[in-house]
């Protein structure tokens, strides 16, 4: 009985602690600097990389219209095979169509990292 009872403290001591460390590591979202990327890319505190430049930063059309009779169209340019310095200064520019972000060096790290993978 004595040893029994012993087994089930010596048991507990060792599985609780176990528990708590499982928990903790499943409560943790790990997530890779690709996936931290594409939720900016998404969703960047302000209207989403996406919306214009498209699922993969190709080229896209945003809208067409007409004007004097000629078919004009708006489109963004390919962002996904641009070198790092371009693409970070076009972040703080504060003109033409595309809105200004507040975002971090890491921030914009990240995103240039998932775009340019999907090239
Ligand atoms: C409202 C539409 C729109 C949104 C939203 C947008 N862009 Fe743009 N982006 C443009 C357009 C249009 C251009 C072309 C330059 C201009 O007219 O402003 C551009 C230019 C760029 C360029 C420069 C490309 C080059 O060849 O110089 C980069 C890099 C870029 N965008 C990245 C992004 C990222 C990253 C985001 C999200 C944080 C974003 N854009 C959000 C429309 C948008």
Redesign the pocket.
Same mark, same amino acid.
């Given at each position: 009985m004595l040893l029994n009872n012993r087994f089930i403290c010596f048991s507990l001591f060792l599985i609780f602690p176990a528990c708590l460390i499982s928990q903790n590591s499943k409560d943790e979202s790990f997530i890779t600097p690709q996936e931290y990327g594409k939720k900016?890319?998404e969703n $960047?505190r302000?209207? &989403? *990389?996406? !919306? *214009?430049?498209g699922k993969n &930063?190709e080229s896209e059309v945003?809208t067409s219209y007409k004007n004097k009779g000629k078919n004009k169209i708006?489109?963004? $340019?390919?962002?996904n095979d641009?070198d790092f310095k371009?693409?970070?200064?076009?972040?703080s !520019?504060d003109? &033409?169509?595309? $809105?200004k972000?507040d975002?971090t060096d890491e921030e914009?790290k990240a995103?240039?990292l998932y775009?340019t993978s999907k090239k």
């Open positions: 900016l890319y $960047p302000n209207i &989403g *990389c996406i !919306k *214009c430049h &930063g945003i708006i489109k963004t $340019p390919k962002i641009m371009t693409f970070k200064k076009a972040m !520019k003109k &033409g169509i595309m $809105p972000y975002l914009i995103i240039y775009i």
